[in-house]
């Protein structure tokens, strides 16, 4: 039998070979231009970040290969095949000759964290921009070569010829061995849709086959020379300070190398990762009592308690409070949505390593750019010292614990002199992720005699902050430098509706503080108000005895995007109008519910109808089916859209059926899968969908959109099949049993 | 306590002999197929046997290589997801993921795959129930779960 050959780790002084480009990687960093092995013109040249020029974003070198440097980043939803969709097309290049460098800080523009469904639209647009002004630069530069009029040239495959005769050239004879040194330019000719060949097709995910062969690199199978493996004790109740420790109690361990403390950071380093986890598992200290958290059973009495720092008014038409005291009939619901943690099935890892006063670390951060500025603040570095590199880790949807590890890791390298990987253990994941932030929203609504909405009001509860930067643990451990405020994300973008009713308010009021350290989780704070906006909706349908298409048609009439999305949805749904009368008997009730949303009323439109059976003895939800229609405008990879979608309803079901953090007043104890289920296959519901495409429309976002409602199409169908509202995130059994015997 | 003897041990794994030294016998097949083999395909998501997204077949039974130790794989044979096939040469299922695009991040697709290879030699033609079944222990939070299912049907069925 042959031995197994070992996959050659790469040496810190080696070069890191990424598609065709050759990126050399000991510190101080340069790029080459060698395309590949023939291609001998290999000079340093440092690499332009500016997001306002072409070199920026590509390279082209003179054999016609193409790469993207991307500051957007590929989190398993298929971004890095989109952006080779766009530059392929934009280029008339093919798909094989494009390489996508994604997260880099010294080789990718900062085009801002990957978050928020705008990688597309705002990434992967920038790029086609820059794609199309090389294009039309080559295109002059082609008509000179070839005597010819600039617009009597086409390109095929990245060869350009006009269109009668036979002269051609080649873009990489264009380019020779020189850059594309230009401005990015607004107004540069953009491809018509019409003739789009790549955009617009489904192409099959080019990391997939690697994926499905344990050939491919996550973060957690990186490994450099001289690497040794870290793991972190974090202490037993969030807030305890370090008393002592007793590195003896680990000295037996096979390969230990070291026990790292400061202050209250406390991690093992070892040569072995088995030996890393011994050690951090034998490892004896002495912490101190802590209880500052709240009582999770009176969770919301605590929010509703915290005190106010800000109130932002999201949107005031009308005069919302006079329209109230006048009304014929006022309603008005509480909904609540629970913590939840992101659950990414590979826990945090990072690799740092310090070298000449510099630190380059790998992480799967979503925002290597501010993992830099935020570790070079922790070790009072300058930015230009720290090199962030993105590699794809388990699935991330938001800010997860990856920016954490690095800093553990870094931290670690500092203090042992070489590089070292930080693995973080399920619990480690568990316990210590930011969190989505327990959020409240109060619901008042009134109807004029007629039935028609004439006040709607909300008041949102949710923890101030932005969408800024998330304080590392291991700096505030151990503490370093360090932000201080609190980053849930742009949690209030979803409050205000897109609904013309006369009288609007909606109110966020910023909390000063909340139980876990908040960030934000796919759809932040638009999942909750996606929630309470659509469920309460769905009361007022109700009460107002009118069907919840009909409702929303009456108040999106002027939006011809919206209007379509719902008649299309109610055809593919076979929708019926809701009969109101209560379906009698039956141990197991069936319902439907619809819920629409256009997503922070600027973008994506997503409409769905869920179909659910309710167990009345047990209380179980079975969530099984959905019908959802979309329209993200122009489509760049239709099966990669309905991939996020499928993702966004069936992580939704589990979070809105399953999900809640546990603590106590001390630490997080929903710290592996028995104590913080998620959903399994067997009660993965079934997924129908129709997508709009509008290939002369701007290209929306759609990692998020269809996530925003799935909790209120669940609730309006459960009240469909037994009558009960759930307001209250997850729908658990013991909620669902307690609601139907009042 | 004492230190534990570095000990030299043989595994069968894809097929061949590796041999490697080992300083705790407690030390589970995960981290011997990950570090000191090199293997990318079993993956850590928990090491409490929760997730499988460790999966590997052991005599062509699936384990969870995450808290099982290496020294009882000795003498077995130990089958990872490098060894079914290549990007070049793939194994039925691995094609029959690639055509159904059955992969968010991918990162729990190593035990979907293992396990679908352990259903798949008892059950040749499993139903969508069965193969639902067979996978409620393997969890995915990007939410692939539909289109692993219909991979894992493709891969003994056809389209």
New interface residues.
Partial sequence: MNAISLPPSLSRREILKIGGLIVGFALPMRLTTAGNTTDTAAADIPKVLAPDRVEGFLAIDRHGNVTVFSGKVDLGTGVRTAMTQIAAEELDVPMAHVNVIQGDTLLTPDQGPTYGSLSIQNGGVQIRLAAATARRALLRKAAQRLNVDEHELTVDAGVVKPRHGDASVRYGELIGGGTLALGLDQDAPLKDPNSYAVVGRSQPRLDIPDKVTGRFTYMQDFRVEGMVHGRVVRPPAIGATLLSVDPDSVSHVPGLIKVVRRKDFLAVVARTEWGAISAARQLKARWSDWQGLPDEDRIWDYVRATKIVRDDVTSNRGNVEAALAAADRRLSSTYDFAIHTHGSIGPSCAVAAFEGGKLTCWSASQATHNLRQQLALMFGMSDADVRAIYLDGSGCYGRNGHEDAAADAALLARDVDRPVRVQWMRADEHGWDPKGPPTLIDMQAALDASGNVSAWYSQFYGPDGVAGKVKLVAAELAGMPHETAMSPGGIIAGTAVPYTFTNVKTLAHRLVTTPLRPSWIRSPGRMQSGFANEAFLDEIAVAANTDPFELRRRYLADDARAIAVLERLAQFAHWQKRSIERKAGGSTATGRGMAFIKYENNRTYVGMVATVDVVRATGVIAAKHFAVVQDSGQIINPDGVKNQIEGNVVQTVSRTLIERVRFDRSRVTSVDWQTYPILTFPDAPEIEMELIDRPHEKPWGVGEPSAAIVSAAISNAVFDAVGIRLRSVPFTPDKVLAALKT | ????P?QSISL????????FTI??P???LL?AL??D?????P??????G??G?CTVLLDGSAIRSCVFPAVNAVGHRVV???G????EK?HPL?QA??DE?A????????GM?MQAAALISSNKNPTYEQ???A???????????????RAVRRACCGA
């Fill in positions: 306590m004492n230190r534990q570095r069968d794994v894809n097929g061949t002999t590796a041999s300083d705790d407690t030390i589970p981290y990950r570090d083999l090199g293997l990318h395909g993956r850590f998501g928990c090491g409490l929760q997730c997204a990872t997801l490098e079914l096939g290549t990007p793939p691995q993921f690639i695009q992969v968010q991040c991918g990162y729990c697709i190593n795959i193969i639902k079944q996978l409620a222990y393997n969890l995915c939070r990007c939410g692939t779960h539909l289109r692993i299912v």
